[in-house]
């Protein structure tokens, strides 16, 4: 049990879907995170919330639309994708956004383009 | 800017070698240390952390000690088991830096019985 739920686990799509991946975290943080997960990449951080205010995002194309309706729960609505955005989506969540806390993170979900 | 760099993978140990995945970052402020584990078709875990120099993080047999004089937060194991078999991220939070996790590219560990 990490905390962190994230839904679906597994997400296939084409190109012209439109499709929305939940996470819901059980921890009471403050702060979530939605981060990219290529093979043979480092992990990329997309998007940062802090008390359900976006206050972070390193440039993700806006076929990427996050949304955080309250501290608990985080949306990151996909729409028009590209094969290269085939990848492992993490959701995370931590206490504060600055602190030195760890992040928790969900299973993930592995969403593939056709 | 931060940054986190791991030995290359994969690595592959027989069953009860000692294990060591070596670890250095560069950081402007006083960052905290941590390592993660991915194991297959999962997400990352916590393993292990350590906030302040000479602080020793453990956790299920792993190790790792916070050198500030050689920027390093090297992971150790005894004797590891198949069941270690997984992804080992190295990654620092700086406060400076907004609190923003900044990880290593991750280490393949493969252990053989």
């Known amino acids: 049990e990490t905390g962190v739920t994230q839904t679906p686990r597994h997400l296939v799509m084409g190109m012209t879907n439109k499709k929305s991946l939940k996470c819901e975290q059980h921890?009471?943080?403050?702060?979530m995170y939605w981060y990219k997960q290529s093979a043979k990449k480092p992990l990329e951080l997309m998007f940062v919330?802090?008390?359900?205010?976006?206050?972070e995002n390193n440039s993700v194309p806006s076929r990427f639309s996050p949304e955080c309706p309250n501290s608990s729960h985080l949306f990151l609505h996909l729409h028009t994708l590209q094969p290269e955005d085939s990848a492992l989506y993490l959701c995370?969540?931590?206490?504060?956004?600055?602190?030195?806390?760890?992040?928790?993170f969900g299973d993930g979900t592995r969403l593939s383009i056709l | 800017g931060d940054s986190v760099t791991q030995m290359e993978g994969p690595v592959t140990l027989s069953e009860e070698a000692f294990l060591t995945i070596n670890c250095t970052y560069t950081?402007?402020?006083?960052?905290?240390l941590f390592w993660y584990v991915q194991y297959p078709g999962e997400g990352l875990q916590l393993l292990l952390k350590?906030?302040?120099?000479?602080d020793k993080g453990s956790n299920k047999g792993f190790e790792a000690t916070y050198r500030k004089e050689t920027t390093s937060f090297h992971l150790e194991k005894g004797s590891v088991q198949v069941s270690d078999s997984a992804v080992y991220f190295c990654a620092l939070s700086d406060y400076n830096q907004g609190g923003k996790l900044i990880f290593g590219q991750g280490t393949e560990l493969s252990v053989k019985p």
């Open positions: 995370a969540s931590s206490p504060q956004r600055q602190s030195n806390q760890p992040q928790h």
């Open positions: 921890l009471g943080h403050n702060a």
């Open positions: 950081a402007t402020g006083y960052p905290s």
């Open positions: 350590a906030t302040k120099a000479d």
């Open positions: 919330y802090s008390l359900e205010e976006r206050v």
